[in-house]
């Protein structure tokens, strides 16, 4: 049995890693020319940007490659505790506090060529997909610029930018129009050496509708800072260095400060490609048998919330209790594959909602707002809002009576705070 993987980022690695184990042969195809050291590459241009590793995605990821996170702890990777960052949120600054869990502070580069070096199955480089081959209603293929390709299965994990949903249309099968929530982010992203104290992990975090403009930034590989400035509703940062400190400067909270000892290593890259955009699959009547689709080709998240790489790790282990890829199976599949996405999506999609639509929300917006003045006030809330955040504990453990006691306290506290004549200090 043969399947092949169209593409190999990090979707593609991992639903190739979870293949070998079912399959004689997986190849992953992949259109960059691959280098085995960690580069930045065309076909995933945000690699440039800052990438945030949920814990529960490291802790899956060094499931399926024993001794990784030591690997790239080796390689330069910064291990921390969850809890090790500096946050501002609309309300202030988090009490913080420590978690107890392991946080993986490193490029994208460096995480996607550990995976790939660990990856067992074959991976043909400089190869273009242009088309899937059908035989009989099914996929058997995929056709390249220079022939076709056989297969029992394709797994298509190319992306944000899949041409999938185009080929189906060329061969009568059409799929449901994407459900896209577009806040309209962009990122702008410069590399600078790393100040000795400077924090794990440094944050301004964007707030619908009003706090367009933020930063992430991440300690890195090589003693690096990897600085992001995020602008929503299309309020972003500019590619001219000296517009570009202006902006960051313009922050609530101005970083220049903590840059100050901290020496720009790179021009500043922009990226403006961040709508959340999701295809229901799942509900194409005449799905083909042959063909499956994880990663952002199914469900791509707005990147702010760090959600992308560990949904993509939780799709690639569907493969392992499933083993029908027929049509019924494959649209099986799909409904895995959206179930696995549907919380991160609600919770990422619900808040950016705010930014293009008039009404707020809903309950879920509501309750957020809510933990948005207990995460500034309690490290007990804190703690179990980060376990939420990084997906090692399900949202429903946010809600229970002594947690709504202590929310309620704590919004009434924010309401008298912004009710405070303009000057007089917060907390
Ligand atoms: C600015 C930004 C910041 C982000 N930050 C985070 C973060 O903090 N945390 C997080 O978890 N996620 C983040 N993400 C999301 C994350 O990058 C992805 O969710 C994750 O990498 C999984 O992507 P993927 O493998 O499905 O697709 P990609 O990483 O886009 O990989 C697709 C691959 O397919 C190849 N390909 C495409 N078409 C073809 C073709 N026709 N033939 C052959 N090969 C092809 C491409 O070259 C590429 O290698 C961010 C995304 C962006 C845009």
Redesign the pocket.
């Known amino acids: 049995m043969k399947a092949l993987v169209?593409?190999?980022?990090?979707?593609?690695?991992?639903a190739a890693r979870v293949l070998t184990e079912s399959f004689d042969d997986v190849v992953i195809?992949?259109?960059?020319k691959l280098s085995d050291e960690p580069e930045y590459?065309?076909?995933?241009?945000?690699?440039?940007?800052?990438?945030?590793?949920?814990v529960r995605?490291g802790e899956l990821m060094e499931e399926l490659f024993p001794g990784l996170r030591d690997e790239l702890v080796q390689a330069g990777a910064v291990l921390a505790d969850a809890g090790d960052m500096k946050i501002l949120n609309p309300l202030g600054w988090l009490a913080t506090t420590r978690i107890g869990l392991p946080l993986l502070s490193l490029s994208?580069p460096l995480l996607?060529t550990h995976i790939r070096r660990r990856v067992t199955a074959k991976i043909v480089d400089v190869?273009?997909?242009?088309g899937l081959s059908f035989r009989g209603g099914d996929v058997d293929g995929v056709i390249?610029r220079d022939g076709r390709i056989d297969a029992d299965l394709v797994v298509d994990?190319?992306?944000?930018?899949?041409?999938v949903p185009g080929w189906l249309a060329e061969a009568g099968i059409t799929t449901p129009e994407p459900e896209v929530v577009d806040s309209g982010t962009g990122?702008a992203?410069r590399i600078y050496t790393a100040p000795k104290d400077f924090p794990v992990v440094y944050a301004e975090s964007l707030s619908a509708p009003d706090i367009s403009r933020g930063v992430?930034v991440m300690r890195i590989e090589g003693d690096r800072l990897m600085v992001?400035a995020q602008g929503a509703v299309g309020d972003h940062a500019p590619r001219d260095p000296d517009g570009y400190q202006e902006y960051l400067d313009s922050l609530r909270v101005p970083i220049s400060e903590l840059l100050a000892e901290a020496e720009p290593l790179t021009p500043v890259y922009l990226?403006a490609?961040?709508a959340s955009r999701r295809n229901a699959f799942e509900a194409t009547a005449n799905w083909p048998g042959g063909l499956v689709a994880?990663?952002?080709?199914?469900c791509?998240?707005n990147?702010?919330?760090?959600?992308?790489?560990?949904?993509?790790t939780m799709e690639a282990l569907l493969f392992r209790q499933h083993n029908d890829f027929s049509a019924k199976g494959c649209r099986a599949f799909q409904r895995k594959v959206a179930k696995t996405a549907q919380g991160p999506w609600a919770m990422s999609s619900n808040a950016d909602r705010s930014w293009v639509e008039t009404k707020r929300g809903g309950l879920l917006g509501w309750y957020i707002n809510k933990w948005q003045a207990g995460i500034v006030h309690d490290p007990d809330l804190f703690r179990r809002f980060v376990r939420v955040v990084h997906m090692v504990a399900s949202p429903a453990s946010l809600l229970n009576p002594v947690v709504f006691r202590r929310l309620a306290k704590y919004s009434r506290q924010a309401r008298r705070q912004e009710r405070r004549p303009a000057g007089s200090t917060p907390r």
């Not at 190869?127 to 242009?130: A, G, W």
């Open positions: 169209i593409g190999g980022g990090i979707a593609g690695l991992l195809l992949e259109r960059d590459r065309a076909g995933v241009p945000q690699g440039r940007h800052t990438h945030g590793l949920l995605g994208r996607e190869v273009h997909i242009t390249t994990a190319s992306g944000r930018s899949s041409k990122y992203t992430a992001s990226f490609r961040t994880v990663g952002d080709a199914v791509a998240f990147p702010v919330y760090g959600q992308g790489i560990t949904v993509a």
